[in-house]
């Protein structure tokens, strides 16, 4: 994909989302409908654990997670790396958050969403805020490009 801004991919706003199943960095299994009518769920996919960009992105959600992560919301970090991988990086940034393994089989989750790119068998920067109910109501495919959390905060709010 060329484009910087992916924009037709994955599940349309107000489709409901592809439940999965994914490994957390502690192995413990993480199913998107643990979370039906509990909490709404910011889906955050990144391509690379311990690249700059990533990083940077992450820990910026970490250093306002009282605005992603609440009684009414929870992250949820999506990479194709070993859940050992994001072990690691997740106790070096000290995320907390779930970061969660789409690697085998290998990037399932993401091309359900539209964001995995085969030639390089990582999932793009894209982000879907799923509510209650498992609907996705709002989404942002930004292809390499760095995403704007600000962007997220005003979606959270319209809630």
Not at 48 to 55: E, W
Not at 61 to 75: K, M, R, S, W
Not at 119 to 146: C, F, M, Q
Request: glycine share 8%; proline share 4%.
């Amino acid at each position: 994909m060329s484009d910087s801004t992916m924009t037709e991919a994955g599940p349309a706003v107000g489709a409901e989302a592809p439940d999965f199943e994914l490994r957390d960095q502690h192995g413990q299994p993480v199913r998107l409908s643990d979370y039906r009518g509990k909490k709404h769920v910011v889906l955050v996919f990144i391509p690379f654990a311990f690249s700059r960009n990533c990083t940077g992105e992450l820990c910026a959600i970490g250093e306002d997670l009282t605005a992603f992560q609440n009684d009414d919301t929870q992250v949820l970090a999506v990479s194709c790396d070993s859940t050992f991988v994001l072990k690691s990086w997740g106790e070096k940034e000290r995320y907390e958050f779930p970061l969660l393994s789409d690697f085998w089989p290998h990037g399932a989750t993401s091309t359900a969403y539209g964001t995995f790119e085969e030639r390089i068998g990582a999932a793009t920067r894209s982000t879907y805020l799923i509510d209650r109910d498992g609907v996705v109501r709002w989404k942002v495919l930004n292809g390499w490009e760095p995403r704007d959390n600000d962007a997220y905060k005003d979606a959270l709010a319209a809630l």
